[in-house]
């Protein structure tokens, strides 16, 4: 019997999102239905309602979640009704070309589970990132869901689910940031103080935190920052250079996702450094850089998708330092909020006055 639950809809780009009826069916072979306990607000999240992913609406927001797994389908292994689990947006399949040269954190697979969820009248809705679970319940594939310690609070368990992990493995998986390193992290909300925490955990020595909002730079210091730099006041290439004895920094983290703040992060590093661009651009931003200074600096230029994680190998492990005491995974947690919320959290997010809001199920 298909469930009827309430959803966070967009309808349209940069329409307001609606509280509407969604329709999940119950679980095929492959796929477990999620009673969603909670799921933070991402910055992705509007993205999508501003219409700067796709043009695919209505949209089923929502992806960064926890909750208890009340089905599964019938050919399911490993993951029963009752289980706590984190959604994650890659389920590494094992089978596609990145998984068999032993990259799965590039794993191509997509995930159609979600995309089975409609609206009363049988409009088809695109989940957000294959999960959409600002949602009572959601449909995932069986792999979306990787099982954790219970022992963790949801609201805080399921921001390991998108920002956090991405802010997290960027700097931990796709930049290896270790012992003794400067990095510096241009843009300080959810996605960029996850990568502050990630710097203070590897043993960074120097970790430049940057933003135009000073809210955010003094949060920031909580997660680690040891300097800050307010952008919109000063020059933050001159800065980070000044604090890095002339040189520029290790790593820098782009974690704004727009080309002004990629050139600050491309200049801002020492010779040969590395740039890990994880905001994520519109589909009109354009780079403009002398390539001669592509060539002539050399060093690294990635991008991190997803923190270049395996949800498998990562989420569990988060949870046990965090249970631990060595990860306030909390501190992101501004507020919790019902689910007719989210457009308000929106507008809390652009004006700068919230880290993570989480709606709680
Ligand atoms: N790569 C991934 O896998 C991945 C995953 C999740 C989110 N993201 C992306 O990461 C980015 C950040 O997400 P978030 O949830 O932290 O967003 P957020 O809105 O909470 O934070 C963005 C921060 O950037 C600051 N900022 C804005 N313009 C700036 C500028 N010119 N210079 C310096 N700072 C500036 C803002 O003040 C804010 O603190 C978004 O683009 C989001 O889509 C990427
Ligand atoms: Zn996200």
């Known amino acids: 019997m298909p469930h009827e639950v309430k959803g966070v809809v967009a309808t349209g780009k940069g329409a307001p999102v609606a509280i509407q009826t969604v329709v999940v069916p119950d679980p095929g072979p492959g796929e477990a239905l999620v009673s969603v306990q909670a799921c933070g607000v991402c910055h992705t999240d509007l993205h999508y309602r501003e219409g700067g992913i796709g043009d ?3 949209y089923l927001l929502g992806h960064e979640a926890a909750g208890l797994v009340e089905a599964v389908g019938p050919d399911v292994t490993g993951l029963e009704p009752g ?51 600002f949602a009572d319940k959601t449909l995932v594939a069986a792999g979306q869901c990787t099982k954790v310690s219970p022992a963790i609070k949801p609201e805080v368990a399921g921001l390991l689910g998108c920002g956090v992990m991405a802010g997290l493995g960027a700097v931990l998986n796709t930049a290896s940031v270790t012992r003794g390193d400067s990095v510096a992290v241009i843009g300080c909300g959810g ?86 661009l994880v905001g994520v651009p519109n589909p009109q931003m354009r780079l403009d850089l002398p390539l001669l200074d592509v060539f002539g600096r050399g060093g690294t230029l990635k991008s991190s998708w997803y923190g ?5 190998r990562d989420f569990p492990m988060l949870v046990d330092l965090h249970l631990q005491g060595r990860l306030p995974l909390d501190k992101f947690v501004s507020e919790t909020i019902a689910l007719d919320s989210v457009e308000e959290a929106f507008a809390k997010m652009q004006r700068g006055e919230v880290l993570r809001s989480v709606v709680l199920l």
Not at 247 to 259: T, Y
Request: glycine residues 8%; proline residues 5%; charged residues 20%.
């Open 308 to 312: 270049d994680c395996l949800p498998a």
């Open 191 to 276: 996605v960029g103080d996850a990568a502050i925490l990630g710097a203070s955990l590897a043993g960074a020595r120097k970790i430049i935190a940057v933003d135009i909002d000073d809210r955010k730079l003094n949060w920031a210091r909580q997660f680690g920052a040891t300097d800050t730099v307010n952008s919109a006041s000063a020059d933050p290439v001159e800065q980070i250079r000044a604090l890095t004895d002339g040189n520029g920094a290790d790593v820098v983290i782009e974690a704004v996702g727009r080309p002004e703040t990629y050139t600050q992060a491309f200049y801002a590093r020492d010779l040969a450094g590395t740039v890990v």
């Open 83 to 133: 289980d706590f689990v984190i959604l994650n947006w890659r389920a590494v399949c094992g089978q596609c070309r990145a998984c068999l040269r032993g990259r799965p954190w590039y794993c191509f697979a997509t995930h159609n589970a979600a995309q089975k969820m409609t609206l009363t009248d049988g409009t088809p809705l695109a989940p957000a990132l294959g999960i959409g679970a």
């Open 56 to 58: 695919n609406f209505p």
